[in-house]
Structure formats: structure tokens, C-alpha cells
């Protein structure tokens, strides 16, 4: 019987145009195969103690949206610490009180009033986004954040640029902790980095890593 659907060109013995990476489709012609939705762009990690990890000229007009893979620990001399982010501009650090967050969690201490439980950080003129925990631990030297952050319209120069994030940590009293945020940066600016540090002391240890979405 007939064969249908595509063939790999190693199955064909004919076709000037053909590659090891093309294929033969239905309507005659050699094509390449569908390529993933996530491209990797760009990634920084330290195994040391550092003020900050940064990432410049990874947003362009390449990609509408993205995504940043992590896993990171912060120095916590004492409780209450946070993961924080700002955008980035031509290489500065936009500091201004232009970010509106707000995060939500719950954990797995068990409590009179319920798990669910909203940061005392959430604001709409703050100086940063809040991206994880509330009391964040550095037991045993541990990757004790880890997450994901999808991004939009970072590049474009009339759009705000908004984050949603997900992460799972640890926090200072050794409870299972889920973050849960909404982030924006309210100025029609086009953003092509990303900076994350601590509320206070340094990032103990850790990664970030950008992924381009398909617009297609």
C-alpha cells in the first residue's frame, strides 16, 4: 500500500534539495522539521557568593515572550528573606518606584489560621518585584528556591512588561513553601536584561536561564 505522512530523507533516494535534516512532505516538497517552543537564549550561575546575578541583551524583538528557568539559595544571617528582580536598560538597572508585585504562598506548617497566607511586600509603587519567599532558607548550602517566571512583551517599547511566577522554596522554619506572583513593570519601555539579588546579605548560590518562546 501507499506510505502517508512525512518520511525522513535517509527512506528517499531522490531530491536535489534534500538534507540529513529535511524531510519529504505530502505536497512535494523537502522541508525542515517543526522546531521547539522554547529556545535557549542565555544563562548565568555562580557557586559562590555574589551581590547579584545579571543577564543583558537577552530580550529583543525577537521573541514577544519568555521564559527564565531557576534555582537559587540567598544568605540568611537572620529571617525574612526575599528573592527580588529588576529590569534592565542599555545595560543599567532601572531602579525607579515603577513595579507593582504581588505574591501569595502557602506552606506546610500547620496554623489556627489556615496555610494560605499573602506577602507583606505586595505593593504598586515598589522599587523591585518580589519573586520568592517570605523567610527564605539557606539550609545546608541547598539550592532552596526553584522556579519559573514566563515574561511578556519585554522587548516592546509600548507595552508593560508583565511577569507571572511559580516557585517552590524552603523557608527559615524548614517549611515546604509554593510562591505564587504577578509582577509588572509599568513604563512603555523596551527591556533587554534582567538582574535578581536578595532584600538583604547576597545570593548564597545558583542559576537563571532564558528561554525565548515561539511566536508561532
Known amino acids: 500500500g501507499g506510505v502517508t505522512g512525512n518520511l525522513p530523507v535517509a527512506n528517499l533516494n531522490s531530491g536535489t534539495s534534500a538534507s540529513s535534516s529535511t524531510f519529504w512532505r505530502g505536497d512535494g516538497a523537502w522541508v525542515a522539521p517543526a522546531g521547539g517552543a522554547f529556545t535557549y537564549i542565555d544563562g548565568t550561575t555562580s557557586a559562590v557568593e555574589v551581590s547579584a546575578l545579571t543577564l ?3 530580550f529583543s524583538s525577537t521573541y514577544q515572550n519568555y521564559l527564565i528557568v531557576f534555582g537559587i539559595t540567598v544568605i540568611n544571617g537572620s529571617n525574612g528573606r526575599k528573592l527580588l528582580t529588576r529590569v534592565r536598560h542599555g545595560g543599567t538597572t532601572v531602579t525607579a ?6 505574591l501569595a504562598y502557602f506552606d506546610t506548617e500547620v496554623t489556627s489560621a489556615g496555610n494560605l497566607n499573602y506577602s507583606g511586600g505586595n505593593s504598586d509603587t ?3 518585584i518580589q519573586v520568592g519567599g517570605e523567610n527564605l532558607s539557606n539550609s545546608a548550602n541547598l539550592k532552596t528556591c526553584s522556579g519559573t517566571i514566563f515574561l511578556y ?6 507595552e508593560f512588561k508583565t511577569m507571572l511566577i511559580d516557585n517552590v522554596s524552603l523557608n527559615w522554619g524548614g517549611y515546604t513553601q ?8 509599568v513604563a512603555d519601555q523596551a527591556i533587554d536584561g534582567i538582574t535578581f539579588f536578595a532584600d538583604s546579605d547576597n545570593l548564597q548560590k545558583g542559576y537563571f536561564r532564558v528561554y525565548g518562546i515561539g511566536n508561532s
Not at 97 to 102: A, I, L
Not at 178 to 185: F, I, L
Open 56 to 58: 543583558d541583551s537577552v
Open 97 to 102: 518606584s515603577d513595579y507593582h508585585t504581588s
Open 126 to 128: 515598589a522599587s523591585s
Open 153 to 158: 512583551d519585554m522587548n516592546a517599547s509600548d
Open 178 to 185: 509554593r510562591n505564587m506572583a504577578v509582577g509588572q513593570y
